[in-house]
């Protein structure tokens, strides 16, 4: 079966009382058992069935093995976020005295995780270049237990070469982490491009428009240990499984995904071509752009179809406020994918907690905005646009 084909269909794990055709939300906590043994048998992992909603329910399990028939994984587990999913692979990854080797340019609670939360406990984040191979090698050492890398970096639009990184990550046997949130799995093979593990936040473009927070682990199977601690220590220990009733939308959200995700990336290309020919924009940044310095390696590793994140500059600060607040038809708004358009200006937001000097080394600038393009029809997104540039 295609990708589209299978994103929709995928038998349940047992079938369901009345067949009902789409998984039903099981809102509930707790399991009976017919016996004692049995239930021992459950409670210490022999046979895998839900015991408690904590760790496992049956809508859940539904939309993890829907993402293991579309990536090809050997197992997948979903959390209550994005940060829930990142935290819980860090967590079951490092431990005191090893290092991360990742980049500066990252999502901002990703950044905080590493270089606040978990240096508390005796881990280093070695942030290097992870465009440049050879500042790569030179950070790894017997303590690095991964590399992790964001597939596209949010707002720099950077790509790194996750094959090249792979290589590395191969010869000292630690997994290669990606973030691939900006990219859904639906449009490359992860395993192929060189990934051990994905991490990616749901509520994105998997949600479906904005309808639930959530995470997902896609695990390829490589580094076993890791995945035990994953389902055996972060899920049952720190708490994070996702619930049943955000599942259920992450379901329907995904069987929607491929046209939503087609439909938002043409006209992203669309808007981000149409920002290069206004005069006040000084910047465009876009992997779909031919111009963009990482436009033909976005193209090798994630295909055709470059998502639905623009950034663009204008003059300054007090430009980039006054386009935020001309506009019309954008939402002024945080995240991303959502079915309606929306902007931010990053660096007085999502960065704004930040120092000075660490947004200047994250290449967080004063003058970029971020838009997150919709469902709408491109021309009245073009027109709300133009007139909040003029304006700027
Ligand atoms: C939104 C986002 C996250 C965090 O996800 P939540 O679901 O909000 O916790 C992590 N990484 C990237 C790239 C994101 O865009």
Known sequence: MKVSTKAIHTQFERRDAYDALQIPI????????????????????????????????????????????????????????????????????????????????????????????????????????????????????????????????NPQTEVADTRALSAIARKWNVPLIADTTIVPFTEFDGKEIGLDFQVVSSTKYISGGATSLGGLIIDYGKFPEISTRIKKEAVFNLGGYMTPQAAYQQIIGLETLLVRYQRQAKTAKEIAEFLCTLPKVKEVGYPGLENHPNHALFKELYGDAAGAMVTFDLKDKEACYNFINNLKLFHRATNLFDNRSLAIHPASTIFGPLSDSERKDMDVKDTTIRLSIGLEDPEDLMDDLRQAIENS
């Open 26 to 153: 099981y809102s509930c906590m707790a399991y009976e058992f017919d016996d004692a043994a049995y239930m021992s048998d459950v409670f210490c992992g022999k046979v895998i069935v839900p015991d408690y909603s904590r760790v496992l329910n049956p809508t859940v399990m539904h939309l993890e093995k829907r993402v293991e028939n579309l990536t090809a994984a050997k197992e997948v587990s979903a959390f209550t976020s994005g940060m829930a999913a990142i935290s819980a692979m860090l967590i079951s990854t490092a431990a005191a005295g090893k290092n991360i080797v990742s980049s500066r340019h990252m999502f901002g609670n990703t950044y905080l995780l590493v270089t606040r939360t978990l240096e508390r406990f005796g881990v280093e984040a070695r942030l290097v270049d992870l465009c440049n191979i050879s500042e790569v090698e030179k950070a790894m050492d017997e303590n690095t237990c991964c590399i992790f890398l964001e597939s596209v970096t």
